[in-house]
C-alpha cells in the first residue's frame, strides 16, 4: 500500500510538471503549488521546505541586473562583444559561444545571449560559414555560463547552506571547476560543429532561399562593422558599479574570513551576503548610472528573473514536500545503486533539468536528494553542469530565438523534433565539462 502511494503521489508531482511546462512561464510555479495542495490535502503530506532563500538571492541579482539594463550598460556590453566578433569573422565558431558564455557570466542570466544572437548569425552569413555551427554552440554556451557565474540563481543555490555550501565547498571551489570544464567543453564543442553540415553555399535550404527571393546575398565583407551607437557615460559607470559587486560576491564567497562573523563567531552565510552586496549595487547604479527605476520594472530581465522566482517557488516547494515525506522509502529504494555508481545522479540530474525547465529548481529539487544518499559534495558539484539538459527539447526561448534569427535556415528543428541543431553541442558541452569537472576535483 505504501509503494502504491508513493507511486500515485509521483504520478502527481509529474503530471504538475507537465501540465506547467506546457504553460510555461509562471505556469510552473503555479501548477507546483497546486502540486503541493494536492499531496498536503489528499495525501496527509506535511508541507516541505519553501526555498526563500534562493528566492532572495534572486530577487537581489535580478534588481541589480534590471538596473543596469535600465541604465544602459546592459546594451554597451553587448556592444562591446559585437565589436568584438566583427574583428574575427572567420573565428566565430569559437569567439561567438565564448562570448555568450561571457557575457551570461557576468550578468547571470542566460537571457542577455538575445542581443548577441542575430549578431553572429549575421557574420557567420557573410563570413560563408554555415549560421548553424556558432549559433548551436553559442545557445548551449550561455546555459553553460549560468553553472559558472557567480550571480546566477542555480550557483546560489549550490552555495547555500542547507546544499553544498553546508559541507565546506565555497565560491572558489566552483569556479575553479566550472571555469575551466566550460572553456574546455565549448572549445570542443565548437571544433566537433566546425565540421557538422554542409558548407552554407551547398546547403539546400539556403540556395532554395536564395532562389524564392526569400533572402538577399550579403554583399558587406565580412569584417565590415555597422554604425555603432555611442554609449553614455552613465551606461559604462554602471557596468563598473555591477562588475565590481560580481567580483565583491566572487571574493567574499570565495574566502569566508573576509565575511563578518555571525552570533556564534563564525563567518556568515553567503546568503545574506549577497542579497546585501547586490542591493547595495543597485543602489549605486541608481545613483551613478541614472537608472529609471521604472524601466528597470518594464525590462525582459526584471520579468525573466520574477518568473524564475516564482517557479522555483512553486516546484521546489513540489519536490521537498514529496521527498521529506517519501525519503526513507526512496533512499532505500536507489542508495545501493547510487553508492555503487554516483555518477549515474548525472543522469538523474539531466532528465529532471529537461522536465523542470530551470537550473536553479533542478538543483534545490534533486541536490538534497544527492547529498542524503551520502554522494560526496564534491562529486556533486562536478555534476553540476548536467542541470544543463533543457536543451533536449528545443522548447527553450533561446533555441527559438537562435533558430528565428538564422535566415539561411540552417538552424532547425528536424522531422523528428529531438534531432535539432542544438543536441550535438548540448550534449558535447555536458559530457566533456563533467568530464573535466572529475579530473579538477580529483585534483583539488
Sequence with gaps: MDTLMLFLQLAVVLAMIFFGARKGGLGMGIYGTVGVAILVFCFGCQPGDTPIDVMMIILAVITASSCLQAAGGLDFMVDVAARFLRKHPSQITYYGPLTTWLLCILAGTAHTCYALLPIISEIATRAKIRPERPLSVATIAASLGITGSPVSAATVAVLSDGLLGGHGIGMKDILLVTIPASIISILVAAFVQNHVGKPLEEDPEYQRRLKEGLIEPDTMPAGETVEEKKASPYAKRAVAVFLCGVVVVALLGSFPSWRPLNSAGSPMSMNPIIEMVMMVIAALILIVGKADVKAAVKGNIFSAGMTAMIS?????????????????????????????????????????????????????????????????????????????????????????????????????????VINHSFQLSGFITTIVSIVVGLLLISIM
Design 312 to 416: 522555483i517557488f512553486g516546484i521546489a516547494w513540489m519536490g521537498s514536500t514529496f521527498f521529506n515525506h517519501n525519503q526513507e522509502a526512496i533512499t532505500g529504494a536507489v542508495q545501493g545503486m547510487f553508492t555503487q555508481y554516483p555518477i549515474l545522479f548525472a543522469v538523474a540530474l539531466f532528465i529532471f533539468s529537461i522536465l523542470l525547465f530551470s537550473q536553479a529548481v533542478t538543483v534545490k529539487t534533486l541536490y538534497p536528494v544527492g547529498i542524503s544518499l551520502g554522494i560526496p559534495p564534491m562529486l556533486l558539484l562536478a555534476m553540476f553542469p548536467a542541470v544543463n539538459g533543457y536543451f533536449f527539447l528545443p522548447t527553450y526561448p533561446t533555441e527559438v530565438a537562435a533558430i528565428g534569427f538564422d535566415r539561411t535556415g540552417t538552424t532547425k528543428i528536424g522531422k523528428f
